[in-house]
């Protein structure tokens, strides 16, 4: 039975994102290219990961008293959470490729793990400052958030204006995607908590059709300038611009037909299945990535997209399904589910 407490829409958000994000590494781990120079590629990588932090943030969102105890609660949560699968499952398969994996992780930074490291950075930066602001009025954490989105956003403007997004800092700490995408993750914090006005504003026709043409229209220009980073206009659209409008247009979809998505038809429940095992599909999914170098130049003709997303598509949903069968043999161990994969501890009958 479904957890009647959950967002079946968000659930059901949060698994188109992983597919997209499957999709994307398929084609960079798999066909050897990168998802830039494919148009679906392109296309889907815009907001696929701008929508995976607005998400995490809107669900992060809880209107609770900031106590030391809740505070100190919800840290260790985390780091249970995303900083064991990580470390546990970046050592696994560094061993598995014949590398040296703690020298690589602490020397060199987590790799393709370093989505949740990130979000446990921002979910460190958010409750430290829900923790710090608790005495104040609720409109001070919230200028808190925005001061700090800004902040990230313009040191990363700066990084990738010099040609060092990290700014120099340790690689361990992915300064430079927790500087890109923690805007993201405030943002979905803040639409949490005024859901109402931003419910309406979604809802509004205007806002519907502003954010269908502006996604395709921005969508145009970045594919036609996806390489021409030293225009200042065009790195705002591809940066900015285009994310936003591709991140809105797709809550605004979901939520536009939540009732089907929160319904028990099979491909909302799948979607809705998906999303609430990210985590798993997230730390598993490099396992099952094939070597294809042999698809390189058929992905190159951009004249098959069809074809190119129907393959890579049901490849992808191949990967899923198996992450997700790997994922019910780990979780049937309390421990091994709830330290590797964040699963709550059943308790025993």
Request: include cysteine; charged fraction near 15%.
């Amino acid at each position: 039975m479904r957890d009647n407490k959950r967002i079946g829409y968000v659930d059901a958000i949060r698994g188109l994102t992983m597919l997209l994000v499957v999709y994307c590494h398929v084609e960079y781990y798999c066909y050897d290219i990168s998802f830039v120079h494919t148009i679906c590629g392109m296309l889907f990588v815009h907001f696929r990961m701008p929508m995976f932090f607005f998400i995490s943030g809107f669900i992060a969102y809880k209107a609770v008293e900031w106590t030391s105890e809740h505070y100190g609660k919800m840290m260790k949560k985390k780091a249970i959470v995303q900083i064991i699968p990580t470390v546990f499952f970046f050592y696994l398969l560094n061993c598995a490729c014949k590398g040296k994996p703690l020298d690589t992780f602490f020397v060199k930074g987590p790799g393709g793990y370093w989505f949740t490291l990130v979000l446990f950075y921002m979910f460190t930066i958010y409750y430290t400052t829900m923790y710090a602001t608790k005495r104040c009025k609720g409109y001070v954490s919230d200028i808190a958030l925005v001061v700090i989105a800004i902040g990230g956003a313009v040191a990363y403007g700066i990084g990738v204006r010099q040609g060092d997004p990290t700014l120099g800092i340790h690689p361990l700490l992915c300064f430079d995607q927790l500087s890109r995408y923690f805007e993201f993750f405030a943002a979905g914090i803040l639409c949490r908590k005024y859901f109402n006005s931003f419910e309406r504003i979604i809802s509004h026709d205007v806002t519907k059709t502003i954010l269908l043409l502006g996604f395709v229209g921005c969508s145009i220009i970045a594919w036609h300038h996806h390489l021409d980073k030293k225009s200042l206009m065009i790195m705002l659209n591809y940066e900015y611009l285009v994310r936003y409008m591709g991140l809105f247009l797709v809550f605004m979809l979901f939520h536009h037909y939540r009732l089907y998505f929160d319904s028990e038809h099979w491909l909302a429940e799948t979607m809705r299945l998906v999303g609430r095992h990210t985590l798993d599909i997230y730390v598993l999914h490099y396992f099952l990535l094939p070597k294809m170098p042999m698809l390189r130049s058929w992905a190159f003709h951009n004249d098959m997209v069809i074809l190119e997303m129907t393959v890579t598509i049901l490849l992808s949903i191949l990967i899923i399904a198996l992450c997700l069968l790997l994922s019910r043999i780990i979780r049937s161990s309390n421990f091994l589910g709830h330290y590797l994969l964040g699963a709550k501890i059943r308790k025993k009958l």
